[in-house]
């Protein structure tokens, strides 16, 4: 055969690397880059609260000629800011248990982005899986009359079969089609939205002699039971942590997701089904989600809403990010922005500052930490190992 009728085969896919398991000696530079960009990030904090404060701007009018003034109010607000904002978080057995609750969904709405990063896919549909999860475990909840632990079973059970089933549609279609994950969950998060107003315009699903779109609370006999006032579903984000990561590490499902997100093209040539990767992991996910918005209708029983889900599934992208995608960071990274978010009304209400400053830090930390050239250059630290940071391979198609 003449040289002109050969074809050119196409490059074999680069092989899997199986990682070994990451000892201390390891994670410690991924863990001193998150620590400074926290400091860095209350810094910066500082700098905007000072320069906020009334006293400290009159102060700088005359600054030149005496200068003490400036550094007392400025040191006055930051401390008074940032006692509040521990005292708000874990200054107390209510401020503790307030953080924990809020907490709680974070975790486990983070641990379904993380897990989604690790199998190659970038899931922003948190939101929309929670939704259908709080729909479908509410309405368990208020409208059957189950005998205790049974009711509550059934609830957990409903919401989490509704968030994995929606999850799985953006798997399925990222399976079957090609179609970009990022683009379906964005879109099933608007369809979601739409389907519990549906729902919740429904006389089964409002209260009684009432049409407002709110559902009554789950029955008492499917609500988490509480100790010392602090409903158990936060130890269940615990365990579902410790669950991820036993999936991720030790199972093969999760050798295969971690293996499809690294290079899917060799873990098809090894014989792994793609397809089947994508699938689950976008359902796991989707129950996970699920699992989050459960801490509001089953544990401090909320009514449903079109708004019961907040910012949740939003921020657990950015928990995400600041766990590195791992399991242990993002229960780290959980608790860090439930301690800001439950001590930044205390800053308003112990020092004036807007809670929105809140908000500002966990914005800062974030940018921090996505940035760790920009943390080492500061610091002037040393460059540490790159695999630190998860990413999704699933962004480019």
């Known amino acids: 055969m003449s040289e002109q009728g050969k074809t050119e085969a196409p490059p074999a896919p680069e092989p899997i690397k199986e990682t070994p398991p990451r000892g201390p000696a390891q994670w410690l530079p991924t863990v001193v880059d998150t620590i400074a960009a926290v400091v860095l990030a209350l810094l910066v904090g500082a700098l905007l609260i000072i320069f906020s404060t009334e006293d400290v701007i009159d102060s700088l009018k005359y600054f030149f000629s005496y200068p003490w003034d400036f550094f007392k109010y400025a040191g006055t607000a930051v401390w008074d800011a940032y006692r509040s904002l521990v005292d708000g978080a874990v200054g107390s057995g209510t401020a503790l248990r307030r953080t924990l609750e809020r907490s709680a969904p974070l975790i486990c709405a983070g641990l379904g982005v993380s897990l989604a990063f690790r199998a190659g896919l970038f899931n922003i549909g948190a939101q929309g899986q929670m939704l259908l999860g709080a729909l479908a475990g509410g309405y368990v909840g208020f409208h059957y009359d189950l005998p205790p632990g049974i009711h509550l079973a059934a609830a957990l059970l409903a919401a989490l079969v509704a968030g994995g089933l929606w999850g799985g549609i953006a798997g399925l279609l990222k399976a079957k089609t090609g179609a970009h994950e990022v683009i379906v969950t964005i879109m099933l998060n608007h369809v979601a939205g739409f389907v519990i107003l549906y729902f919740l315009a429904k006389e089964s699903f409002q209260r009684p002699n009432s049409d407002n779109l709110l559902s009554p609370p789950v029955a008492d006999s499917a609500t988490f039971p509480s100790v010392g006032g602090l409903h158990l579903g936060v130890l269940l984000a615990i365990v579902a942590a410790g669950i991820v990561w036993w999936l991720l590490e030790r199972s093969t499902l999760g050798f295969e997701m971690r293996a499809v997100g690294a290079n899917p093209e060799a873990a098809r040539t090894a014989g792994m089904s793609v397809a089947k990767v994508y699938v689950a992991g976008m359902m796991i996910a989707g ?32 928990v995400a990010l600041l766990g590195r995608a791992t399991p242990l960071g993002t229960v780290l990274a959980g608790l860090l922005f439930g301690a800001l978010s439950s001590g930044g009304l205390a800053m308003q209400s112990g020092a004036g500052v807007p809670p929105e400053m809140a908000q500002v830090l966990q914005a800062l930390i974030v940018l921090f930490v996505a940035a760790p050239a920009l943390i080492r250059g500061i610091t002037r630290m040393r460059g540490g190992d790159a695999s630190g940071t998860v990413m999704a391979k699933g962004w480019g198609g």
């Not at 699920?290 to 209708?297: C, D, H, I, P, Q």
């Open 287 to 318: 129950m996970l989600a699920a699992l989050a918005v459960t801490m509001n209708v089953l544990g401090r029983q909320d009514s449903v809403t079109d708004n019961i889900a907040g910012q949740v599934g939003f921020e657990a992208i950015t």
